[in-house]
């Protein structure tokens, strides 16, 4: 993460009177403003794997991918861990060195301009990763498996509420992945792959339109 900026100065330094100018690091930015490289990141924070395998996983050609990785790697987000022969070229193996994910606070310092292009990439990776699922047969697999939707009229306390809950929920989720960590390396037991997705938004409209009876 690059330094924050001086009290007075924006990130290129110029003076802005006593008030700093919001600070997100660009790598940031640039590392989730794209699909392939949403779902890489995802991938490389599961495993090791190398961009001719990241590209049979995903349909895309190894070329694309190798883009892609590039620029995860530019933006310190992987690391390269391995390499090893094949076919007469070097197979290069990377693993994540960050999240793939923003957090709240990283989230609202981003300008409001690239905000919509971060979110409809996010969301095709959703629905890239659910429409696979469904078209395997692995997404109804499980009896227990939970899908919700669930409309609502909150107030701004209720917002704010669920807001939080939905951060909970997600720090719990990565302390399961990390206590699961630690079960699989000793134990003789292959891990099950999941998705987790969440999503909280003000809705475009009224869920329903509220009919009044008209009177005679």
Same mark, same amino acid.
């Given at each position: 993460?690059?330094?924050?900026?001086?009290?007075?100065?924006?990130? +290129?330094?110029?003076?802005?009177?006593?008030?700093?100018?919001?600070?997100?690091?660009?790598?940031?930015?640039?590392?989730?403003?794209?699909?392939?490289?949403?779902?890489?990141?995802?991938?490389?924070?599961?495993?090791?794997?190398?961009?001719?395998?990241?590209?049979?996983?995903?349909?895309?050609?190894?070329?694309?991918? +190798?883009?892609?990785?590039?620029?995860?790697?530019?933006?310190?987000?992987?690391?390269? &861990?391995?390499?090893?022969?094949?076919?007469?070229? /070097?197979?290069?193996?990377? #693993?994540?060195?960050? #999240?793939?994910? /923003?957090?709240?606070?990283?989230?609202?310092?981003?300008?409001?301009?690239? #905000?919509?292009?971060? +979110?409809?990439?996010?969301?095709?990776?959703? &629905?890239?990763?659910?429409?696979?699922?469904?078209?395997?047969? +692995?997404?109804? #697999?499980?009896?227990?498996?939970?899908?919700?939707?669930?409309?609502?009229?909150?107030?701004?306390? @209720?917002?704010?509420?669920?807001?939080?809950?939905?951060?909970?929920?997600?720090?719990? &989720?990565?302390?399961?992945?990390?206590?699961?960590?630690?079960?699989?390396?000793?134990?003789?037991?292959? @891990?099950?792959?999941?998705? &987790?997705?969440?999503?909280?938004?003000?809705?475009?409209?009224?869920?329903?339109?509220?009919?009044?009876?008209?009177?005679?």
């Amino acid at each position: 993460m690059a330094p924050k900026p001086k009290k007075g100065s924006d990130v +290129s330094g110029n003076k802005q009177g006593n008030r700093p100018r919001a600070f997100i690091d660009p790598r940031i930015v640039r590392a989730m403003g794209h699909p392939v490289r949403n779902d890489a990141l995802s991938i490389l924070n599961e495993r090791v794997a190398s961009p001719n395998e990241i590209s049979k996983e995903l349909g895309e050609s190894v070329g694309h991918v +190798s883009y892609h990785i590039k620029v995860l790697k530019e933006c310190d987000c992987i690391e390269l &861990v391995d390499t090893a022969p094949r076919r007469g070229a /070097m197979e290069h193996y990377y #693993r994540a060195t960050s #999240r793939a994910f /923003m957090t709240a606070e990283e989230w609202s310092r981003l300008p409001k301009s690239i #905000r919509p292009g971060m +979110s409809a990439s996010l969301l095709q990776t959703m &629905v890239t990763d659910a429409t696979e699922a469904l078209k395997s047969g +692995s997404l109804d #697999r499980r009896d227990d498996r939970h899908m919700s939707w669930t409309p609502m009229i909150v107030d701004e306390q @209720g917002w704010e509420d669920a807001a939080r809950s939905l951060e909970e929920a997600l720090e719990r &989720v990565f302390e399961i992945q990390a206590e699961s960590a630690d079960r699989l390396a000793n134990a003789d037991e292959e @891990g099950v792959p999941v998705t &987790v997705a969440m999503l909280a938004f003000e809705a475009a409209g009224p869920h329903r339109q509220r009919v009044t009876p008209k009177k005679d």
